[in-house]
């Protein structure tokens, strides 16, 4: 029974987000034209799962206490790719899959390699290199184009057994396939020991540049599956500056809701999830209310002004000034 | 400036070059090696008319950079650049559309919407303690928003008033281009502020260690605020430079300054942790970019080329001499 | 020693930082199936001497053995591998992970690859278990933990390292009563157990009632070793004091006792670290802060600087209560306070700055008009200062990190001069300074005293306090345990009231057990 209590308390972040989620959706649903039916679900579920790819991406790195403002990038860079090669018969696609993954990865890595051993500063270091994944991005598109195999699009964007979306089935996936074996394993606890204190990590003997450099490049890879979703949606790859830069915003905004501390060390990538489908639906909640459009990125500013704002409450916990400047 | 026991010219030459900082030295010979290998491409390269029109763009990147600067002396950074840029200019523009005294008071009226952008992120960093880079694209977001509703989504229709075009485009003194006076006067009145206020002071000591100057009686906290503001003030001046140079505002104009005004101010030398930095590196920063987009865009390398070597050009440079210290 | 055979054996330790001594032919033999404490004042060698144990520093020279072949190491994994495990006063745990995360952090159990949650947990409530602190539970977060109860979580985690010899340094310092009982029957079962324990600590009751052998260390070396219970506290007081060289301190003057006090506290609290606290310090007057490290002394000169927030009872000044909320308002020409702070190189001092910024940094708004410096003004007040202090710079345009410990120190006291402070609060102002700089501070601070400045002085350094104080007031547990005046500071008061223990000539102490 205690167990259960603790349990609670560490999931407390994704709980929340969970709970916002759904209160959010009710209302959603309750006042969408066309009410709770499968395609609602499986629209909305489509449009979150983007995100909450990107989400997962950046949690990875913000438990290291870290930022990367290149996730919307690399979503960009993998989605023109994809555009190119995830095309033709099922080998030839399955090779494109693989090969726009491994991009991912790659781009991670580089990110990883230089704010971990070249010691740059995460937010400068990712800047950078977003303007270079960019930069590739549109050399691969340098207009809106390309193609996908649209059997693979189609089976991963609709609906299992006419109910279930695929999108979400594939989420979880990966949820099972990345996160949860990162989160079990030493490095995914070194990540959240060198988050949380660095110098208690060190004097512990955890493996601190291993564990970080692990969670920057899985954030690279799990950018990727969200590009090769991107183009599974919208059967083009495009290299649109403001729309890579939009999803790296977003993807703070729904690693805040998710309960993840920008400080590092604390929160889950589940909990980012719901964040990301939460902070999805509360710009979704605009349109079925017959507000113009137009409010709609205003709304969302404010949602993350506020949601960063949020975390300042501690300050008022802080006795020592000092402590302010640690 | 120096008035140690040396004192006179004497004191003045050695203390001059210690004070030359390698990288800013380094930025000042890879914008000659960007003219030379320039000169090669064309000859008009090193005519005046291009070097004075390279500085006349210069000049926008340089108003922006110099608000940027400030604020990464602080050990922070200003995220809320692109759409500081795009209000200041947007809103300069909507003033003018308000009979006389909105023409007259169109400039002002921009600056001020930069400042009120940048009080809210000083507010954020300094008060309540987020860090700087969510707070300011939190702001810029927000920005972002209020004037996507205040256009309707669309490219303003309002124009820049007649005093922003002469601003921009006009030259008081023959040859040289009022926005290069601008910039000028911007960047010496920086200098002053950075070398003989207690302000400038304030802020050097702040990026090195912001606790010993607290402890020192430094109200460190209006000190970061003011520093946002007048960050957020000079990038809505960029973007009324800007309109005044296109005659108009536009929905993305900001995007374009972002990594140029961070590249250029950490390229000039100044530490992205803070604390270290002169305005000769920023101004040999923002010069470097702006030939480096002019020879890219004379080459007719496409954006993309552009993107990917400002990029890379960036991380090399601060691998080279931008690193936190080995152990910490 | 004699009986059973040593199972680790250090000789002839040296160990220098810079040019300070802080290991001078050290010996120590520690034999399996025993509690060694280890004695000896703030400074004395003993957590150099662990360090070197524990794998955290190299010795300059000297040999150590374990079973008998001499052994090094390299990190303080290599430490753990032989078997010495240590608890440091500073907490290792990582704040956001549960207890049985922080258990098992440097070798969690691993199955498939990834760690086994269930070995973890049981690994865990078996090492909370031999730490006798069951009641915690390995799910629980140890930010979320009360002090004491992470200290609990530190033993266990070093018992999970299966040691053969476990050092703990301080380790009861922020325990509980109740835990520091139930700590005491671990440490025996251990050693029932065959372990090697190496106590150090400060509570002489506790080394009274748990070692069986004792070695007190003065000055880098070990001075003597005994079966424990064979000497008198007071004998070991004795032990522990004593050094090579005197400094030579200015004379004190006779200080006004009438005047009401510039700066006064009266019952001042904070948090847990400062508990009721009254004192008052007048114009002229040299009053020193002693006790054990670490008693609530930083804290309270923080509290009268306005950095900490929070803090009950009364702040006086000129016997009018204020409120300072910032170290901007304490140094307000109304209050006009200074304080020279603990590190030199984080609190005091921007070290990549030039000397030149560093000295005006605190006094910018008197030398500036309308927020412009004026330069002329500056540069007389630095001038005048470097000549006061006879401060050794190459040039006021170098970087201040440039200079010498004590030269910088000079620094830092200069910059806080140049506002010409009434009152001045001094926070172990001459660590790590050579003697011949702590000399010429122990002048400055009584010419300033007789300029009439009120000066609270804390120092770890007992002889200091009893060279340059007209009184001293003796911390222990975050409150005031005993005020010596004049001849009363003698180094045996001071030690005897600082450990808390009550020897002849302790007779006014209104002494509160530990």
């Given at each position: 029974m205690k167990d259960w209590r603790y349990l609670m308390a560490e999931q407390r972040g994704t709980l929340l987000a969970l709970g916002i989620f759904i209160v959010m959706f009710i209302i959603y649903t309750t006042n969408h034209p066309a009410g709770f039916t499968a395609n609602v679900v499986q629209t909305a579920a489509n449009k979150g799962v983007l995100l909450a790819f990107v989400a997962m991406a950046q949690t990875l790195v913000v438990i290291t206490a870290g930022i990367d403002l290149s996730v919307g990038m690399i979503l960009l860079l993998t989605n023109c790719l994809a555009s190119w090669?995830?095309?033709?018969?099922p080998f030839e696609t399955t090779l494109g899959v693989i090969a726009v993954l491994l991009a991912g990865l790659v781009c991670g890595a580089i990110n990883g390699a230089i704010v971990i051993y070249g010691r740059l500063q995460p937010i400068v270091a990712t800047i950078a290199t977003g303007a270079v994944y960019y930069g590739i991005g549109l050399l691969l598109r340098p207009f809106p184009g390309g193609s996908v195999n649209e059997d693979l699009a189609d089976a991963l964007t609709g609906k299992l057994f006419d109910v279930i979306p695929t999108s979400l089935v594939a989420l979880l996936v990966v949820v099972l396939v990345v996160w949860v074996p990162f989160s079990r394993s030493v490095f995914g606890r070194a990540a959240y020991a060198a988050g949380s204190s660095e110098t208690a990590a060190y004097m512990s003997g955890v493996p601190i540049r291993r564990g970080k450099f692990f969670a920057y490049m899985l954030a690279g890879l799990l950018a990727s599956i969200g590009g090769l979703f991107l183009t599974f949606f919208t059967y083009t790859g495009e290299a649109a500056y403001a729309s890579g830069n939009a999803y790296t915003l977003f993807s703070i905004a729904a690693v805040v809701l998710g309960g993840v501390s920008l400080f590092g060390g604390k929160g889950s990538a589940i909990g980012a999830i719901f964040g990301a489908l939460a902070f999805r639906t509360i710009g979704d909640l605009l349109f079925v209310f017959d507000f113009d459009p137009l409010w709609q990125p205003l709304f969302q500013g404010v949602i993350l002004l506020i949601a960063v704002s949020l975390g300042a409450f501690a300050l008022f916990r802080v006795r020592n000034r000092l402590e302010w400047f640690l | 400036m120096s008035e140690t026991t040396l004192g006179g010219i004497a004191g003045r030459m050695p203390k001059f070059l210690r004070r030359a900082d390698p990288a800013v030295a380094t930025a000042f010979a890879c914008i000659v090696i960007l003219l030379l290998l320039g000169s090669l491409y064309s000859r008009s390269f090193l005519s005046p008319e291009y070097l004075l029109q390279q500085l006349k763009v210069a000049s926008f990147l340089g108003v922006i950079a110099t608000g940027m600067m400030l604020v990464i002396l602080l050990g922070q950074i200003d995220l809320s650049v692109p759409w500081s840029v795009a209000t200041g200019a947007m809103m300069a523009c909507a003033a003018a559309a308000y009979g006389h005294a909105g023409v007259v008071l169109a400039i002002p009226f921009g600056i001020l919407c930069g400042v009120a952008i940048g009080i809210v992120n000083g507010f954020g960093v300094?008060?309540?303690?987020?860090?700087s880079m969510i707070i300011t694209l939190a702001t810029n977001a927000v920005a972002q928003g209020l004037m996507v509703v205040y256009t309707g989504g669309f490219s303003p229709q309002d124009s820049a008033t007649a005093a922003m075009r002469y601003l921009a485009t006009g030259s008081t003194i023959p040859g040289v281009p009022n926005g290069v006076i601008i910039w000028a006067l911007i960047g010496a009145a920086m200098v002053f502020v950075l070398t003989r206020t207690s302000f400038g002071r304030a802020v050097y000591g702040i990026g090195n260690r912001e606790r010993a100057a607290y402890l020192s009686g430094i109200d460190t906290r209006r000190i970061v605020m003011i520093a946002f503001a007048v960050s957020g003030g000079l990038s809505a001046f960029g973007g009324v430079l800007l309109a005044g140079y296109a005659s108009k505002a536009a929905q993305s104009m900001g995007d374009a300054y972002l990594l140029p005004s961070i590249a250029a101010v950490v390229l000039g030398g100044t530490s992205i942790l803070g604390g270290r930095g002169s305005y000769l590196g920023t101004v040999a920063g923002v010069i470097l970019i702006t030939l480096l987009q002019s020879i890219l865009s004379v080459m007719q390398m496409p954006e993309a080329g552009r993107q990917i070597i400002y990029g890379v050009v960036i991380v090399a440079m601060l691998l080279l001499y931008g690193r936190a210290p080995a152990s910490r | 020693m004699d009986g059973a055979a040593p199972l680790f054996r250090m000789e002839g330790i040296s160990k220098r930082y810079g040019g300070v001594r802080a290991l001078e032919k050290a010996d120590l033999t520690v034999t399996a199936g025993s509690i060694h404490a280890i004695l000896g004042e703030n400074g004395a060698g003993k957590s150099t001497l662990i360090k070197i144990m524990a794998g955290v520093v190299a010795p300059d020279e000297g040999a150590m053995t374990l079973d008998g072949s001499e052994v090094s190491f390299a990190s303080p994994a290599a430490a753990n591998q032989a078997g010495i495990v240590c608890i440091f006063q500073e907490l290792s745990l990582i704040p956001e992970l549960s207890v049985a995360d922080n258990i098992v952090i440097s070798d969690p159990p691993k199955r498939f690859g990834m760690i086994d949650r269930k070995a973890q947990r049981r690994i865990a409530e078996e090492a909370l278990a031999r730490a006798g602190a069951s009641d915690i539970h390995p799910r629980a977060l140890v930010k979320d933990l009360p002090l004491s109860r992470r200290q609990m979580v530190e033993i266990a985690k070093a018992l999970a390292r299966k040691p053969r010899i476990l050092i703990l340094d301080e380790a009861t310092s922020a325990l509980t009563a109740a835990d520091v009982a139930r700590v005491f029957e671990v440490l025996k079962r251990l050693r029932s157990e065959g372990l090697a324990l190496l106590y150090i600590s400060h509570r002489m009751n506790e080394i009274a009632e748990l070692a069986d052998h004792c070695t007190v260390f003065r000055n880098g070396r070990n001075v003597a070793s005994y079966k424990a219970g064979t000497k008198s506290d007071n004998e070991v007081v004795e032990l522990m004091i004593g050094r090579e060289y005197r400094h030579i301190f200015p004379p004190k003057s006779a200080s006004a006792?009438?005047?009401?006090?510039?700066l006064e506290a009266r019952n001042l609290s904070w948090a847990d670290r400062l508990d009721n606290i009254s004192l008052g310090v007048r114009a002229g007057e040299v009053v020193g802060l002693g006790g054990l490290d670490g008693q609530g002394q930083r804290e309270l000169l923080l509290a009268f600087f306005g950095v900490l927030r929070g803090l009950r009872g009364e702040v006086l000044i000129d016997g009018k209560p204020v409120s300072i909320a910032s170290p901007r308002a304490a140094s307000d020409s109304g209050v006009g306070m200074a304080l020279i702070p603990e590190d030199r190189k984080t609190e005091g001092l921007m070290l990549p700055m030039t000397v030149r910024e560093n000295l005006s940094f605190a006094a910018l708004d008197r030398l500036s008009k309308g927020g412009i410096i004026d330069r002329a003004a500056e540069q007389r007040l630095i001038d005048d200062m470097v000549g006061l202090l006879a401060i050794k710079t190459a040039g006021l345009d170098i970087p201040v990190g440039a200079l010498s410990g004590g030269n910088q120190q000079k620094v830092v006291i200069a910059k806080w001069l140049m506002r010409q402070p009434r009152i001045i609060l001094l926070n172990d102002p001459t660590r790590g300074i050579d003697v011949g700089t702590k000399q010429e501070i122990y002048q400055l601070m009584r010419k300033l005293a007789d300029q009439g400045a009120a000066i609270l002085f804390y120092s770890t350094d007992y002889d200091e306090l009893i060279g340059c104080c007209d009184r001293v007031l003796v911390l222990y547990d975050g409150s005031v345990k005993r005020e010596l005046v004049g001849a009363e500071i003698t180094e045996h008061a001071l030690i005897a009231s600082a450990l808390n223990i009550h020897g002849e000539?302790?007779?006014q102490s209104q002494g509160a057990g530990a």
């Amino acid at each position: 029974m205690k167990d259960w209590r603790y349990l609670m308390a560490e999931q407390r972040g994704t709980l929340l987000a969970l709970g916002i989620f759904i209160v959010m959706f009710i209302i959603y649903t309750t006042n969408h034209p066309a009410g709770f039916t499968a395609n609602v679900v499986q629209t909305a579920a489509n449009k979150g799962v983007l995100l909450a790819f990107v989400a997962m991406a950046q949690t990875l790195v913000v438990i290291t206490a870290g930022i990367d403002l290149s996730v919307g990038m690399i979503l960009l860079l993998t989605n023109c790719l994809a555009s190119w090669l995830v095309v033709g018969t099922p080998f030839e696609t399955t090779l494109g899959v693989i090969a726009v993954l491994l991009a991912g990865l790659v781009c991670g890595a580089i990110n990883g390699a230089i704010v971990i051993y070249g010691r740059l500063q995460p937010i400068v270091a990712t800047i950078a290199t977003g303007a270079v994944y960019y930069g590739i991005g549109l050399l691969l598109r340098p207009f809106p184009g390309g193609s996908v195999n649209e059997d693979l699009a189609d089976a991963l964007t609709g609906k299992l057994f006419d109910v279930i979306p695929t999108s979400l089935v594939a989420l979880l996936v990966v949820v099972l396939v990345v996160w949860v074996p990162f989160s079990r394993s030493v490095f995914g606890r070194a990540a959240y020991a060198a988050g949380s204190s660095e110098t208690a990590a060190y004097m512990s003997g955890v493996p601190i540049r291993r564990g970080k450099f692990f969670a920057y490049m899985l954030a690279g890879l799990l950018a990727s599956i969200g590009g090769l979703f991107l183009t599974f949606f919208t059967y083009t790859g495009e290299a649109a500056y403001a729309s890579g830069n939009a999803y790296t915003l977003f993807s703070i905004a729904a690693v805040v809701l998710g309960g993840v501390s920008l400080f590092g060390g604390k929160g889950s990538a589940i909990g980012a999830i719901f964040g990301a489908l939460a902070f999805r639906t509360i710009g979704d909640l605009l349109f079925v209310f017959d507000f113009d459009p137009l409010w709609q990125p205003l709304f969302q500013g404010v949602i993350l002004l506020i949601a960063v704002s949020l975390g300042a409450f501690a300050l008022f916990r802080v006795r020592n000034r000092l402590e302010w400047f640690l | 400036m120096s008035e140690t026991t040396l004192g006179g010219i004497a004191g003045r030459m050695p203390k001059f070059l210690r004070r030359a900082d390698p990288a800013v030295a380094t930025a000042f010979a890879c914008i000659v090696i960007l003219l030379l290998l320039g000169s090669l491409y064309s000859r008009s390269f090193l005519s005046p008319e291009y070097l004075l029109q390279q500085l006349k763009v210069a000049s926008f990147l340089g108003v922006i950079a110099t608000g940027m600067m400030l604020v990464i002396l602080l050990g922070q950074i200003d995220l809320s650049v692109p759409w500081s840029v795009a209000t200041g200019a947007m809103m300069a523009c909507a003033a003018a559309a308000y009979g006389h005294a909105g023409v007259v008071l169109a400039i002002p009226f921009g600056i001020l919407c930069g400042v009120a952008i940048g009080i809210v992120n000083g507010f954020g960093v300094a008060y309540l303690r987020i860090p700087s880079m969510i707070i300011t694209l939190a702001t810029n977001a927000v920005a972002q928003g209020l004037m996507v509703v205040y256009t309707g989504g669309f490219s303003p229709q309002d124009s820049a008033t007649a005093a922003m075009r002469y601003l921009a485009t006009g030259s008081t003194i023959p040859g040289v281009p009022n926005g290069v006076i601008i910039w000028a006067l911007i960047g010496a009145a920086m200098v002053f502020v950075l070398t003989r206020t207690s302000f400038g002071r304030a802020v050097y000591g702040i990026g090195n260690r912001e606790r010993a100057a607290y402890l020192s009686g430094i109200d460190t906290r209006r000190i970061v605020m003011i520093a946002f503001a007048v960050s957020g003030g000079l990038s809505a001046f960029g973007g009324v430079l800007l309109a005044g140079y296109a005659s108009k505002a536009a929905q993305s104009m900001g995007d374009a300054y972002l990594l140029p005004s961070i590249a250029a101010v950490v390229l000039g030398g100044t530490s992205i942790l803070g604390g270290r930095g002169s305005y000769l590196g920023t101004v040999a920063g923002v010069i470097l970019i702006t030939l480096l987009q002019s020879i890219l865009s004379v080459m007719q390398m496409p954006e993309a080329g552009r993107q990917i070597i400002y990029g890379v050009v960036i991380v090399a440079m601060l691998l080279l001499y931008g690193r936190a210290p080995a152990s910490r | 020693m004699d009986g059973a055979a040593p199972l680790f054996r250090m000789e002839g330790i040296s160990k220098r930082y810079g040019g300070v001594r802080a290991l001078e032919k050290a010996d120590l033999t520690v034999t399996a199936g025993s509690i060694h404490a280890i004695l000896g004042e703030n400074g004395a060698g003993k957590s150099t001497l662990i360090k070197i144990m524990a794998g955290v520093v190299a010795p300059d020279e000297g040999a150590m053995t374990l079973d008998g072949s001499e052994v090094s190491f390299a990190s303080p994994a290599a430490a753990n591998q032989a078997g010495i495990v240590c608890i440091f006063q500073e907490l290792s745990l990582i704040p956001e992970l549960s207890v049985a995360d922080n258990i098992v952090i440097s070798d969690p159990p691993k199955r498939f690859g990834m760690i086994d949650r269930k070995a973890q947990r049981r690994i865990a409530e078996e090492a909370l278990a031999r730490a006798g602190a069951s009641d915690i539970h390995p799910r629980a977060l140890v930010k979320d933990l009360p002090l004491s109860r992470r200290q609990m979580v530190e033993i266990a985690k070093a018992l999970a390292r299966k040691p053969r010899i476990l050092i703990l340094d301080e380790a009861t310092s922020a325990l509980t009563a109740a835990d520091v009982a139930r700590v005491f029957e671990v440490l025996k079962r251990l050693r029932s157990e065959g372990l090697a324990l190496l106590y150090i600590s400060h509570r002489m009751n506790e080394i009274a009632e748990l070692a069986d052998h004792c070695t007190v260390f003065r000055n880098g070396r070990n001075v003597a070793s005994y079966k424990a219970g064979t000497k008198s506290d007071n004998e070991v007081v004795e032990l522990m004091i004593g050094r090579e060289y005197r400094h030579i301190f200015p004379p004190k003057s006779a200080s006004a006792q009438a005047a009401t006090p510039v700066l006064e506290a009266r019952n001042l609290s904070w948090a847990d670290r400062l508990d009721n606290i009254s004192l008052g310090v007048r114009a002229g007057e040299v009053v020193g802060l002693g006790g054990l490290d670490g008693q609530g002394q930083r804290e309270l000169l923080l509290a009268f600087f306005g950095v900490l927030r929070g803090l009950r009872g009364e702040v006086l000044i000129d016997g009018k209560p204020v409120s300072i909320a910032s170290p901007r308002a304490a140094s307000d020409s109304g209050v006009g306070m200074a304080l020279i702070p603990e590190d030199r190189k984080t609190e005091g001092l921007m070290l990549p700055m030039t000397v030149r910024e560093n000295l005006s940094f605190a006094a910018l708004d008197r030398l500036s008009k309308g927020g412009i410096i004026d330069r002329a003004a500056e540069q007389r007040l630095i001038d005048d200062m470097v000549g006061l202090l006879a401060i050794k710079t190459a040039g006021l345009d170098i970087p201040v990190g440039a200079l010498s410990g004590g030269n910088q120190q000079k620094v830092v006291i200069a910059k806080w001069l140049m506002r010409q402070p009434r009152i001045i609060l001094l926070n172990d102002p001459t660590r790590g300074i050579d003697v011949g700089t702590k000399q010429e501070i122990y002048q400055l601070m009584r010419k300033l005293a007789d300029q009439g400045a009120a000066i609270l002085f804390y120092s770890t350094d007992y002889d200091e306090l009893i060279g340059c104080c007209d009184r001293v007031l003796v911390l222990y547990d975050g409150s005031v345990k005993r005020e010596l005046v004049g001849a009363e500071i003698t180094e045996h008061a001071l030690i005897a009231s600082a450990l808390n223990i009550h020897g002849e000539g302790a007779g006014q102490s209104q002494g509160a057990g530990a």
